[in-house]
T-cell receptor
Framework: GESVGLHLPTLSVQEGDNSIINCAYSNSASDYFIWYKQESGKGPQFIIDIRSNMDKRQGQRVTVLLNKTVKHLSLQIAATQPGDSAVYFCAENVRDTGRRALTFGSGTRLQVQP | GAGVSQSPSNKVTEKGKDVELRCDPISGHTALYWYRQSLGQGLEFLIYFQGNSAPDKSGLPSDRFSAERTGGSVSTLTIQRTQQEDSAVYLC?????????????FGSGTQLSVL
């Protein structure tokens, strides 16, 4: 399949280092946030999610931090591996809009150097 | 099936022709979504189906775009009189109930190229 996000912001890290991918959102009514990973030619794959009543959630090697004061979301990947190379999207669900579908950001490309 | 299935994986068509894209959601999922992903862009919401409720069509970019979901399962996205700007990856997703705090499961998409 065709690569997506050829003109995306890119984060380049060394294998074994920690990665931090940031996302800003604009709607204070957003109450649910989610991170997806998309490899070339594939659909987005769920990584981790967080509700607005939390400020941190941990998964396997990943942590999501939510700062509602500045409307900022971050994804931390510990001990980054070559298989982590992909495009990462944050998405939010905005309460009170009547729309149930997630709204996605434009994505960040993570490149892991061996 | 185990995941969301989309077909075809690639579609090349000529400007002005109609195309149909198919999505098989995860069995038992009542909510189904279509998104479009242009090169270098995020995912753009198109349409959402939830059970027997009227679909949310608010993301469809023009009246050339339509979608239906038969029997609460398979969905077809139809683009009439295709234009070059319709070239993109069309992604389908499903979720258990369509609640606002549910994660979506995506298919691999259909790469549409309009010549």
């Amino acid at each position: 399949g065709e690569s997506v996000g050829l003109h995306l912001p890119t984060l380049s890290v060394q294998e074994g280092d920690n990665s931090i991918i940031n996302c800003a959102y604009s709607n204070s009514a957003s109450d649910y946030f989610i991170w997806y990973k998309q490899e070339s030619g594939k659909g987005p794959q769920f990584i981790i999610d967080i509700r607005s009543n939390m400020d941190k959630r941990q998964g396997q090697r990943v942590t999501v931090l939510l700062n509602k004061t500045v409307k900022h979301l971050s994804l931390q990947i510990a001990a980054t591996q070559p298989g982590d190379s992909a495009v990462y999207f944050c998405a939010e669900n905005v309460r009170d809009t009547g729309r149930r579908a997630l709204t996605f950001g434009s994505g960040t490309r993570l490149q892991v150097q061996p | 099936g185990a995941g969301v299935s989309q077909s075809p994986s690639n579609k090349v068509t000529e400007k002005g022709k109609d195309v149909e894209l198919r999505c098989d959601p995860i069995s038992g999922h009542t909510a189904l979504y279509w998104y479009r992903q242009s090169l270098g862009q995020g995912l753009e919401f198109l349409i959402y189906f939830q059970g027997n409720s009227a679909p949310d069509k608010s993301g469809l970019p023009s009246d050339r775009f339509s979608a239906e979901r038969t029997g609460g399962s398979v969905s077809t996205l139809t683009i009439q009189r295709t234009q070059q700007e319709d070239s993109a990856v069309y992604l389908c997703a499903s979720s258990t109930q369509g609640a606002t705090n549910e994660k979506l499961f995506f298919g691999s998409g259909t790469q549409l190229s309009v010549l």
